[in-house]
């Protein structure tokens, strides 16, 4: 009798799905999405990103608006640090929620740094400084949502300052490749979803709901 109620006590763990794409590929949009949806299903769902907006993410968002300059391998490791601190953080880390059987769903985790960082640096390397929170956390799923390089810029450029385009469009493009890479090289340790993101935003996330309610318990 007491086994039944421990079993009927017991909360089963939340989901944890990671958002993966280059800027402008529709993260925040499709992740709006997928909250209503499984909502609507009942499932408790808390949405989060990176940089978070911790005291070091904080650090991380004036280095990337040039307010402070720091070297590549510091700037690598602030994103460590900011990760580790949004999975075990007393107040609202991703770990406890998923405990508390929150399905919690983030725009960027570690193949970001993977794909962002291995541009200037090796990536062996990125993915070693990251192991302690692959060790923690791995997502049920990461879904990344693919979009032509200049189609992702169209769409930022529509609300945001006229970025040096060139520049931007040159250093995406690489991002992108170091994501197929990182995919590629991870395939049998990571649940990975490729979707592609240049359909209305209604057909994208048809795709996406169709590639991950596999992994999901609905
Ligand atoms: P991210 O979070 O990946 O940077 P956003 O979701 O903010 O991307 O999308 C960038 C811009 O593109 C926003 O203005 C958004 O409304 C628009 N957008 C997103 N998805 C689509 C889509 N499928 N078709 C057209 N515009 C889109
Ligand atoms: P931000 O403006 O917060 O979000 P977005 O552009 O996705 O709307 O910027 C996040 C930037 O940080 C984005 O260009 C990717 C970069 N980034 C890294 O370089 N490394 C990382 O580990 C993460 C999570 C993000």
């Excluded at 799905?17 to 949009?29: H, L, P, Q």
């Excluded at 992740?31 to 650090?59: A, F, M, Q, V």
């Excluded at 300059?69 to 406890?96: E, M, P, W, Y």
Aim: one cysteine or more; glycine letters at 6%; charged letters at 30%.
């Amino acid at each position: 009798m007491w086994g039944d109620l421990s079993i009927m006590n017991e909360i089963s763990r939340g989901e944890f799905i990671a958002f993966e794409g280059i800027d402008g590929s529709g993260k925040s949009t499709q992740i709006r999405n997928l909250l209503n949806r499984l909502n609507d299903y009942g499932i408790r769902c808390y949405e989060t990103k990176e940089p978070t907006d911790s005291p070091i993410g904080s650090l991380i968002h004036q280095i990337m608006t040039g307010r402070i300059s720091a070297d590549n391998r510091v700037i690598a490791s602030l994103f460590v640090a900011d990760r580790v601190d949004h999975l075990l953080n007393k107040t609202d880390g991703i770990c406890q929620k998923i405990d508390n059987g929150i399905t919690v769903i983030t725009d960027r985790y570690y193949f970001s740094s993977y794909a962002y960082h291995s541009v200037d640096m090796e990536m062996d390397w990125v993915i070693q400084a990251n192991s302690i929170s692959a060790d923690i956390l791995r997502p049920t799923v990461t879904v990344f949502l693919d979009v032509p390089v200049k189609k992702a810029l169209e769409r930022i450029e529509r609300e945001r300052f006229h970025v040096e385009l060139f520049e931007k469009e040159e250093r995406l493009r690489k991002v992108r490749d170091k994501y197929f890479e990182a995919f590629e090289k991870l395939k049998s340790e990571e649940n990975i979803v490729i979707v592609d993101s240049s359909g209305s935003i209604e057909e994208v996330f048809e795709n996406i709901w169709n590639s991950i309610s596999q992994f999901l318990i609905l």
